[in-house]
């Protein structure tokens, strides 16, 4: 009898939420001529990867209030930060674990000598990411990895989510960068069919009254006799 009543349980086919978080590479190609100082020599540049979750701060930002203030500048937005060197030259593969809502990349070089807007560089991470790698781990697969692409050449950085011009992917080795399209959309739930209203029955005409027959006319009376 256990036996029939376990047979006759429904199966959970729901699956845990994919605890894993999602994760980009970040190539850095820096150039001989890097950071260029006031003999022409290069030196190492010390950069700083922001994740955020959104991109409201970054048109107020400057690279003195930045370096003097840090994520303060960023405000509710900043989630983390790794700091790193970059020597020239080289190249340099970073893989970063994503904070929970991060949707972009804020990359901040130190130079020497800033040139207009090329001190920082900015990546928005694809929307689908998560999806796609947790689907992947689910067929235990190698999860796809979207990359960022960063160059430093002179007193600039370049880069975000396309390789800037004369970047050396093949330098790389075999690194694979996915292209990751938007997250799909839940589809709402259809509510049930509704019933259509099932129609009254219609009433039976009442029968209609006989016609009453007509009234026997009164007898006429005597006339009186006349007096005498």
């Given at each position: 009898?256990?036996?029939?009543?376990?047979?006759?349980?429904?199966?959970?086919?729901?699956?845990?939420?994919?605890?894993?978080?999602?994760?980009?590479?970040?190539?850095?190609?820096t150039s001989d001529r890097a950071n260029v100082g006031?003999?022409?020599?290069?030196?190492?540049?010390?950069?700083?990867?922001?994740?955020?979750?959104?991109?409201?701060?970054?048109?107020?930002?400057?690279?003195?209030?930045?370096?003097?203030?840090?994520?303060?500048?960023?405000?509710?937005?900043?989630?983390?930060?790794?700091?790193?060197?970059?020597?020239?030259?080289?190249?340099?593969?970073?893989?970063?674990?994503?904070?929970?809502?991060?949707?972009?990349?804020?990359?901040?070089?130190?130079?020497?000598?800033?040139?207009?807007?090329?001190?920082?560089?900015?990546y928005t991470v694809p929307t689908g990411t998560k999806?796609?790698?947790?689907?992947?781990?689910?067929?235990?697969?190698?999860?796809?990895?979207?990359?960022?692409?960063?160059?430093?050449?002179?007193?600039?950085?370049?880069g975000g989510a396309r390789p800037p011009a004369g970047?050396?992917?093949?330098?790389?080795?075999?690194?694979?960068?996915?292209?990751?399209?938007?997250?799909?959309?839940?589809?709402?739930?259809?509510?049930?069919?509704?019933?259509?209203?099932?129609?009254?029955?219609?009433?039976?005409?009442?029968?209609?009254?006989?016609?009453?027959?007509?009234?026997?006319?009164?007898?006429?009376?005597?006339?009186?006799?006349?007096?005498?």
């Amino acid at each position: 009898m256990v036996l029939e009543l376990a047979a006759c349980r429904p199966k959970d086919d729901s699956t845990p939420p994919c605890e894993e978080p999602p994760r980009v590479q970040v190539l850095l190609q820096t150039s001989d001529r890097a950071n260029v100082g006031e003999n022409g020599q290069s030196w190492p540049t010390k950069l700083v990867v922001y994740q955020l979750t959104g991109t409201s701060r970054l048109d107020q930002l400057d690279p003195e209030t930045l370096k003097e203030e840090g994520e303060k500048a960023l405000g509710d937005e900043f989630a983390d930060k790794r700091e790193m060197t970059a020597f020239p030259p080289s190249r340099e593969k970073i893989e970063l674990q994503l904070k929970p809502k991060v949707s972009h990349l804020l990359v901040v070089a130190e130079f020497r000598e800033v040139l207009g807007s090329a001190w920082y560089a900015t990546y928005t991470v694809p929307t689908g990411t998560k999806d796609a790698q947790c689907s992947a781990l689910a067929k235990e697969e190698d999860p796809p990895l979207p990359c960022m692409y960063l160059a430093i050449d002179g007193s600039e950085l370049l880069g975000g989510a396309r390789p800037p011009a004369g970047f050396q992917l093949p330098e790389f080795g075999a690194v694979v960068c996915a292209a990751i399209g938007p997250a799909k959309k839940k589809k709402k739930a259809k509510p049930p069919p509704t019933l259509p209203d099932v129609p009254s029955t219609p009433k039976t005409p009442e029968a209609p009254s006989a016609p009453s027959g007509p009234s026997a006319p009164s007898q006429p009376t005597a006339p009186k006799a006349p007096g005498r």
